[in-house]
């Protein structure tokens, strides 16, 4: 790994596309992860009552190309792309929302969450602070935190770290942003309606330096090789096969 830090999207060719060209990436609300349930133990009574307001969404990288389990789960069982994204340039374009990069922890939960009270208490005593003025009117309690959510904006982030130690491999850094239900568009998928927000980390401008913001591509194993050469289309001087776009070529056929 050279100076940058690089954070891999694993995606469908049609995804691949979607994103390189319009700029932007989609974020899912964290309720309708995959991994929902673990999600569900992390969060208490609060939080839940809080996503009426405001969705918790997550758009999901890794810290490595050559995940096979990634590449059957997400990247078209291997026919599609995995997007390595410059991390420094996720969030420059993100100032209305509140927006944060998390790592993922798999093991000592019990010992994060401890820790975590004791590093965020100014964002804990501010909640506990709003509850208590609100003197057990439930309304007046929501509204103080519609009008400030950056205390649970901020412990929401690190929550969200928490994974399931069966997921390890993924090594899975997530961009988490919050974002008022207004914003929030909606699609469907396998049959779910799935709310989610549209995140840009390139705006119209700046796209003929996607190859800096986007310095690698990696091809599935079943991807078909002509998409190697189709991705010449998009005109970024700093792609070239071997140097940023790379093919995984684990034997999976």
């Known amino acids: 790994m050279s100076e940058k830090t690089i954070l891999y999207h694993y995606t469908s060719i049609a995804g691949l596309n979607s994103i390189i060209s319009s700029g932007k990436v989609w974020a899912s609300d964290c309720r309708y992860l995959n991994d929902r349930q673990e999600l569900e133990h992390a969060l208490d009574e609060a939080f839940n009552s809080h996503n009426f307001s405001r969705h918790h969404c997550v758009f999901s990288l890794s810290r490595s190309p050559q995940v096979l389990s990634q590449w059957r789960a997400y990247g078209d069982d291997g026919r599609g792309a995995a997007i390595g994204f410059d991390e420094k340039f996720l969030l420059r374009h ?143 001087f700093g792609w070239r096969v071997g140097k940023s776009l790379h093919q995984y070529n684990c034997g999976y056929i």
């Open 94 to 236: 993100e100032k209305s929302r509140f927006a944060s990069l998390v790592t993922c922890i798999y093991k000592d939960h019990e010992d994060f969450v401890s820790d975590l009270v004791i590093r965020h208490e100014e964002q804990i005593e501010a909640l506990l602070k709003m509850h208590r003025d609100s003197e057990g009117d439930y309304m007046a309690f929501m509204k103080a935190i519609d009008d400030n959510p950056k205390p649970l904006e901020c412990l929401n982030g690190e929550l969200l770290r928490i994974k399931n130690l069966a997921f390890a491999e993924e090594q899975e850094v997530r961009l988490v942003v919050n974002t008022p239900s207004k914003q929030i568009q909606t699609r469907v998928t396998k049959g779910l309606i799935v709310p989610y927000i549209e995140h840009v980390f390139l705006e119209d401008r700046d796209k003929k330096q996607l190859w800096i913001v986007v310095p690698e591509i990696w091809f599935g194993p079943k991807c078909d090789k002509r998409n190697m050469e189709a991705i010449g289309a998009f005109k970024q």
